[in-house]
């Protein structure tokens, strides 16, 4: 009975909490829903035998897991924190994907979740409107016709919605995979650590012995953390697709056992594949953060001016961005870095996985003008609280590690030197690029920073043999020219010496 009092209370008090206070700007960062798996060489089998459509593409379950989160993040920004309209406003969202089918599949399923069909949210026509609607085409079909009954005066079947989104924008910075025109890896090779070491040991103890058997392997045969992340991937994803994997079930592994044990594998690999070019993620993951702050920024000096929206200037109220796990991977490091977190806070970001950024404010109209430290960010992994600061420590935080884009330029141009070069070696210490930047600008690049960093240059091992061959070009060129300009002179004649000239050149053995 005591207890029930104290979490009654405890919930009065987070209801008044929530009364008090003022949602502003909310950012959304996803991850795409289950996927077909990584195939190699056009065979459309995995690992364990399961036939699939084509490699990559989003699974039925991936698009009903996004419709799912869309209409979980209706009921909570629209339905119970009022923070969007009932229907899509254009000045209310602004919404990016990544330029692949599966993130963009992943966002449309999202979005039919968010504003569902079933409410009837979209375009309702009157009978001007009506008349103008056709296309200037012969519609003389009775399947039209048909239509024309079920559409009633809806512009859309069932009065559905349709949201605007763009795939790469990068005026606003979202495709962060161009680090890799500059030459820089997304990721790099681990070393291992003490929990990749146990995790090994825990599959060859416990699992090796029915992956031995299913691929006839000798029995003592050993996988490395590497083998084992690479069947994990392809076992994932055939296991939440409901794949019957037969043959794998019949040497008497516990699927189950082995999806759990996969995820916490699969997630010690991607952090530490990471970690290992800790020197760029900071690079990696620029864009996007400073996209989240500018608009930040925006919608809380607003809020302190009183500024309202109008149709000539407004910033959205909530940005959404459909990505990959490396979105996730790159901006959860950047957060763990930044702000010196433990690394175990570091979570893998499984399919429809979702990072949020929630700005807010008390409602206090007593107070006549407000500064950045009254208003807060909330930083949500899923529906984990990971951290809730206020936004001049967030911006403190944060601001020192976006790289400006005059560094991102530097390291872009001392990788393109070195981009045909087979032999690639770390040489130079990117803090040579911050000292050229410092000259001239004033960098917001944090130079205490922990972190090493590093500028790729090529080593030219045949550097020797190219002087020699162009040594060797040039003296053929000289005896070619000498040789033209002495036909030229035992065949010249006095009547027409230009033509002659020509004449003897063209003709000329040589």
Not at 193 to 214: H, W
């Amino acid at each position: 009975m005591l207890y029930a009092l104290i979490f009654f209370l405890l919930f009065l008090l987070t209801l008044q909490e929530n009364e008090n206070e003022k949602l502003i700007f909310v950012a959304t960062n996803f991850r795409h829903g289950a996927r077909q798996p990584s195939l190699k060489n056009n065979n459309l089998k995995d690992k364990f035998g399961e036939e699939w459509d084509f490699p990559k593409e989003l699974t039925g379950v991936g698009k009903r897991a996004h419709y799912i989160l869309g209409l979980r993040n209706r009921i909570k920004y629209i339905n119970e924190r009022k923070f969007l309209s009932e229907k899509y406003s254009v000045k209310e969202l602004e919404v990016y994907s990544s330029f692949s089918n599966r993130t963009i599949m992943s966002l449309i399923s999202h979005l039919q979740g968010l504003y569902p069909q079933s409410e009837k949210l979209g375009d309702v026509l009157n009978e001007k409107q009506l008349k103008n609607s056709n296309p200037p085409f012969n519609l003389n079909y009775s399947r039209i016709n048909e239509e024309y009954d079920l559409l009633k005066n809806y512009a859309l079947p069932d009065c559905m919605t349709v949201i605007p989104f763009q795939t790469i924008d990068q005026d606003k910075g979202v495709n962060i995979y161009r680090v890799s025109e500059c030459g820089v890896s997304k990721t790099g090779k681990s070393k291992g650590t003490n929990e990749s070491f146990a995790l090994t040991d825990e599959f060859n103890n416990k699992y090796s012995q029915y992956f031995n058997k299913f691929y006839e392997k000798n029995s003592s045969y050993e996988y490395s953390f590497s083998d084992i992340s690479d069947y994990c991937a392809d076992y994932m994803v055939a296991y939440l697709d409901g794949r019957n994997m037969t043959s794998f079930r019949n040497t008497g592994i516990n699927l189950d056992d082995l999806f759990n044990y996969c995820l916490e594998a699969y997630k010690i690999s991607k952090r530490d594949s990471y970690l290992a070019v800790n020197d760029t993620l900071f690079l990696q993951g620029s864009k996007l953060m400073e996209l989240f702050v500018n608009n930040m920024k925006m919608k809380i000096d607003m809020d302190i001016n009183n500024v309202s929206e109008t149709d000539s200037y407004y910033t959205p109220k909530m940005l959404i961005i459909s990505g990959h796990d490396h979105t996730l991977c790159v901006q959860e490091l950047f957060i763990i870095l930044a702000f010196g977190l433990d690394i175990n806070t570091f979570r893998f970001p499984f399919f429809a996985a979702q990072i949020t950024f929630e700005v807010t404010t008390n409602n206090d109209n007593n107070k006549n003008k407000k500064n950045y430290s009254d208003y807060y960010v909330s930083y949500y992994f899923n529906d984990d609280l990971i951290f809730k600061i206020t936004a001049e420590e967030f911006f403190k935080k944060v601001e020192p590690n976006i790289w400006p884009q005059e560094k991102i330029d530097n390291l872009c141009l001392e990788n393109t030197k070195s981009k045909d070069s087979e032999n690639v070696e770390i040489t130079e210490s990117i803090a040579n690029a911050d000292d050229n930047i410092n000259n001239n600008t004033n960098s917001n690049v944090n130079s205490t920073n922990p972190l090493n960093r590093y500028i790729f240059k090529s080593k030219d091992s045949n550097k020797g043999v190219k002087t020699a061959l162009i040594i060797i070009s040039s003296l053929f060129g000289i005896s070619l020219i000498a040789n033209i300009i002495l036909a030229a002179s035992l065949t010249k004649k006095n009547t027409n010496p230009i033509h002659q000239t020509y004449l003897s050149s063209v003709n000329s053995p040589v």
